[in-house]
């Protein structure tokens, strides 16, 4: 089993949809919970960050992270062409290496 | 803004060449790191190092080495390269404690 799994997808949504994307992990000691996102051959970006349990918005991006169910999500709302992306989730324990674990990656496509 | 940088887009190689992959970065990053992306598998961490001279082996260290001489400079080493390494591969890197990784644009790397 891996320590973080997630839906690869592909997703396709109409423009102005809801979009939600979810990662599972196995590892308790998971403290840091990030969102990043790679358009097509460019690297990663990160898009959110979150520590602990909790909510955090940013404009059309919700991240939810909910530590008793090992689930986190990441909302997009009135979702864009331009965030057709691959989202990818990543996470990470406490300790100084800033070493991430990442999920496989969700493809994403908002079509107009 | 950060900055990291990969040598090559693309390359290709053959089946038993030794290949140089290199990363710099311009934000004085104690952390970096070097991961390889492939279908289905998401990013899979090869190498890290959280100092000059300093390495440790990530999930898939097999058939790699790394350098870190300067600070600013990690390089990837396929000592013999073989057809199952042909894939992305992304650089990053981190100030020390912090889990935000920036990445490079990724060398996409064909091995025949």
């Known amino acids: 089993q891996k320590e973080v799994e997630q839906d690869p997808g592909p997703l396709s949504v109409p423009e102005g949809a809801i979009v939600s994307l979810n990662c599972t992990y196995s590892n308790s000691a998971f403290q840091y919970f990030m969102w990043y996102r790679q358009y097509s051959r460019k690297g990663p970006e990160l898009l959110m960050y979150?520590?602990?349990?909790g909510n955090k918005e940013d404009g059309r991006f919700t991240a939810q992270v909910d530590k008793s169910s090992k689930y986190i999500s990441l909302f997009i709302r009135d979702s864009q062409p331009s965030d057709s992306a691959t989202y990818l989730c990543a996470m990470s324990a406490i300790g100084n290496t800033g070493k991430l674990i990442f999920g496989q990656g969700t493809t994403l496509q908002v079509k107009p | 803004d950060v900055k990291v940088t990969q040598s090559s887009r693309y390359l290709v190689k053959r089946t038993g060449e030794k290949v140089f992959l290199e990363c710099v970065q311009d934000m004085d990053h104690e952390n970096m790191f070097w991961y390889r992306q492939d279908p289905g598998l998401g990013l899979r961490l090869i190498y890290f190092s959280y100092d000059v001279k300093m390495k440790e082996k990530g999930d898939i260290p097999e058939g790699y080495s790394v350098s870190r001489e300067k600070k600013e400079r990690f390089s990837l080493i396929l000592e013999s390269a073989s057809t199952n390494q042909t894939s992305m591969y992304l650089c990053a890197s981190s100030p020390q404690g912090s889990r935000t990784q920036y990445f490079g644009p990724g060398t996409r790397l064909t091995v025949l």
């Open positions: 979150t520590y602990s349990s």
